[in-house]
């Protein structure tokens, strides 16, 4: 039966020429290193090297099987890391619920990152504007926006930061037609917003105070749609500081007075809190949002 530390020693003395120094880059005895090569030569039936005084020079057939032998060591290698990975609990799968603009905007530019930190374990992300039930186990990690820290019971997480909603559009629509600078200028332009009653949230609110819906040139009834347009330079709409940021052709044309106790927040289920795939998840986010501009920008705000 082959042996992978025949396979070292194969590999180590093909490296260095000789058992004496390939019994020191394998920290083992030399005695040890040229019994394993004469263990793998009978379990093969083949002699791999020409043992001089000077050193093992390999033959045709060892160069023949080479590659397969570093074939072996990186299967072996992915099998140790796998498993150690597995007992500490960093390989699996994590489940992750947001919006798609934020997994568009947010999420996705963290992923390249988190899958060469952790490449056993597998981000699912379910990108959509339904808010699934973390407490039933529908997700395992959210990455949202709350009203305030009034997040669903039994949900714990990290804060990212604070965020409102302001007035945006394009620069060509800017350049075009100007920006409107408060509430009575916006009917002079073209609206996009979300239709009357959608969104229970302050701007939604007070954005009808300012218009009719007849004065609505389109009604979107998404956030991804309403981002989609002004980047377009089809209206004006309304949008989140953050998300804003994150695109340079965005425009702010002004912010209400109004308080918005928005804020984005990663969120698990207290029953996961100490699961260890979970918090790799959480502390890798967090970090990633630390560092995020558009994050820095907003951190501490609270309206």
């Not at 299967?75 to 799968?93: C, D, M, N, P, Y």
């Not at 930190?117 to 339904?130: G, H, I, K, Q, S």
Request: hydrophobic residues 45%.
């Amino acid at each position: 039966m082959l042996d992978w530390n025949d396979f070292r020693s194969f590999l180590a003395v093909l490296k260095t020429g000789n058992t004496l120094a390939a019994s020191k880059e394998l920290r083992v005895s030399q005695t040890t290193v040229a019994r394993r090569i004469e263990a793998l030569e009978a379990a093969v039936g083949l002699e791999l090297f020409d043992k001089r005084r000077t050193g093992y020079a390999p033959n045709e057939a060892a160069q023949s099987l080479r590659d397969a032998a570093l074939a072996v060591e990186t299967a072996a290698s992915s099998f140790e890391t796998l498993a150690a990975q597995l007992k500490r609990g960093l390989a699996g799968v994590v489940r992750l619920t947001t919006s798609q603009i934020m997994a568009d905007y947010l999420l996705s530019p963290a992923l390249r990152g988190f899958h060469e930190r952790y490449p056993d374990l597998r981000l699912e992300v379910v990108a959509e504007d339904r808010f699934l039930d973390l407490s039933r186990g529908e997700a395992d990690v959210a990455l949202r926006a709350v009203i305030g820290a009034k997040a669903q019971p039994g949900l714990v997480g990290r804060r990212l930061s604070a965020d409102r909603f302001s007035v945006y559009c394009s620069r060509t629509y800017a350049e075009r037609y100007g920006v409107p600078r408060n509430g009575a200028e916006l009917r002079d332009h073209t609206l996009i917003l979300a239709e009357p009653g959608r969104y229970r949230v302050p701007i939604a609110e007070w954005i009808y105070t300012q218009v009719t819906p007849a004065e609505v040139a389109q009604f979107r009834n998404n956030v991804a749609g309403m981002f989609s347009d002004i980047k377009a330079g089809h209206g004006v709409s309304v949008m989140s500081d953050v998300l804003a940021r994150c695109d340079p052709d965005f425009v702010l044309c002004f912010t209400p007075d109004i308080d918005q106790p928005h804020e984005i927040w990663l969120l698990t289920h207290e029953r996961l809190r100490e699961v260890p795939r979970v918090r790799a998840v959480l502390d890798f986010l967090a970090a990633h949002f630390a560092g995020h501009p558009a994050f820095r920008q907003m951190r501490g705000r609270t309206g």
